[in-house]
């Protein structure tokens, strides 16, 4: 608290110093070696599914086999030409992005899916009186398209 205090002193008699001397060490110490960079970006790329996420997965699929006559009607679902499927596995986006068109599996208590219409939409702006600035009143409306993109 005291480090800011002084910053904000500092810069209200004239004197920038402090600010740049802290800009130039936030960047010699963001830079690092390129041996630190390699393992802190290993850090950030190894995080995945945890211990528990694996487990419940694994016991899911169990279950899937067990039950599996009638696993099939909750396991396997069909996406549309026009539409394609996110599929959350224990709230985190799978790899490998969206699927479909087509049949895919989800494996049910684990995973949660969203059907993505990916087809031109329509929606109606109800009408607006508008006054303008020589006091003249115009009735808009307008129709608003969007199409969802990759």
């Given at each position: 608290?005291?480090?800011?205090?002084?910053i904000?002193k500092?810069?209200?008699?004239?004197s920038?110093?402090?600010?740049?001397?802290?800009?130039?060490?936030r960047?010699?110490?963001?830079m690092?070696?390129p041996?630190?960079n390699?393992?802190?970006d290993?850090?950030?790329c190894?995080?995945?599914?945890?211990?528990c996420a694996?487990a419940l997965?694994?016991?899911?699929?169990?279950?899937?086999?067990?039950?599996?006559?009638l696993?099939?009607?909750?396991?396997?679902?069909?996406?549309?030409?026009y539409?394609r499927?996110v599929i959350?596995?224990l709230?985190?986006?799978?790899?490998?992005?969206a699927?479909?068109p087509?049949?895919?599996?989800?494996?049910p208590?684990?995973?949660v899916?969203?059907?993505?219409?990916?087809r031109s939409q329509t929606?109606?702006?109800?009408?607006?009186?508008?006054?303008?600035?020589?006091?003249?009143?115009v009735?808009v409306?307008?129709?608003?398209?969007?199409?969802?993109?990759?």
């Open positions: 608290m005291t480090n800011h205090l002084s904000i500092d810069y209200s008699e004239g920038l110093t402090p600010l740049t001397q802290d800009f130039e060490y960047e010699n110490h963001k690092g070696s041996k630190d390699q393992s802190h290993e850090v950030q190894e995080e995945g599914p945890g211990v694996l997965t694994i016991f899911s699929l169990f279950l899937i086999i067990v039950t599996l006559p696993s099939l009607f909750f396991v396997v679902k069909v996406v549309q030409e539409e499927a959350f596995r709230g985190r986006l799978l790899t490998g992005g699927r479909g087509g049949v895919f599996f989800v494996i208590c684990v995973d899916y969203e059907k993505i219409d990916m929606f109606e702006i109800p009408p607006q009186e508008i006054l303008t600035k020589d006091s003249v009143t009735f409306n307008a129709i608003m398209y969007y199409k969802v993109a990759n």
